[in-house]
T-cell receptor, first 115, second 111 residues
Framework: DADVTQTPRNRITKTGKRIMLECSQT?????MYWYRQDPGLGLRLIYY???????NKGEISDGYSVSRQAQAKFSLSLESAIPNQTALYFC??????????????FGPGTRLTVL | GQQLNQSPQSMFIQEGEDVSMNCTSS?????WLWYKQEPGEGPVLLIA?????ELTSNGRLTAQFGITRKDSFLNISASIPSDVGIYFC???????????FGQGTELSVKP
């Protein structure tokens, strides 16, 4: 079974609709992240959470919100989707191994298309 | 925002050839990570580097943490078709801090 799962894997929606992308992990990690990938731009951080009560904005948080429902669950919402939010979205997790939080583990991604 | 410059953007090589790619930054990083992404999948961690000058191997892959702490290199020896994918570098200033990703190097291997 995958350690980091994302649902849905693909979604097509219309401008103005509210969309929620969900992420679950069984790795027991306390830190979770949402990234967006666009061709030629690598991955850019949207939001991150170091524990259930800690939510932080990343590089490109405008137009997005998140909820950390439990240690294992971190969801990303687009309140009113717009076409330039069409992208691949990845959830990632990290946890303390010895003294390191550095290594992040990614889910399989959600391909979102906003028409 | 902070950017890493990764080059080349793409490579088309023959099976059996060696591959080199690199990442540079204007800022110092304390950790460098290299990821590979295959079509339809999320990035998978290949190698993590924690010390300036460190050279680490993972099978046919070798990565180095530059002495200046502003760059890192990834080499793939004797490439095979399954090496195809996008390779990303990522830098981190502080332990547990945010990762900054390069733009990716897309590798194509011709059998």
């Amino acid at each position: 079974d995958a350690d980091v799962t994302q649902t849905p894997r693909n979604r097509i929606t219309k401008t103005g609709k509210r969309i929620m992308l969900e992420c679950s992990q069984t790795k027991g990690h306390d830190r979770m992240y949402w990234y967006r990938q666009d061709p030629g731009l690598g991955l850019r951080l949207i939001y991150y959470s170091f524990d259930v009560k800690d939510i932080n904005k990343g590089e490109i948080s405008d137009g997005y919100s998140v909820s950390r429902q439990a240690q294992a669950k971190f969801s990303l919402s687009l309140e009113s989707a717009i076409p330039n939010q069409t992208a691949l979205y990845f959830c990632a997790t990290s946890g303390q191994t010895s003294t390191r939080y550095n290594e992040q583990f990614f889910g399989p991604g959600t391909r979102l298309t906003v028409l | 925002g902070q950017q890493l410059n990764q080059s080349p953007q793409s490579m088309f090589i023959q099976e059996g050839e060696d591959v080199s790619m690199n990442c540079t930054s204007s800022s110092i990083f304390n950790t460098w990570l290299w990821y590979k992404q295959e079509p339809g999948e999320g990035p998978v961690l290949l190698i993590a580097l924690y010390k300036a000058g460190e050279l680490t191997s993972n099978g046919r892959l070798t990565a180095q943490f530059g002495i200046t702490r502003k760059d890192s290199f990834l080499n793939i020896s004797a490439s095979i078709p399954s090496d195809v994918g996008i390779y990303f570098c990522a830098g981190q200033r502080n332990q547990g801090g945010k990762l900054i990703f390069g733009q990716g190097t897309e590798l194509s291997v011709k059998p």
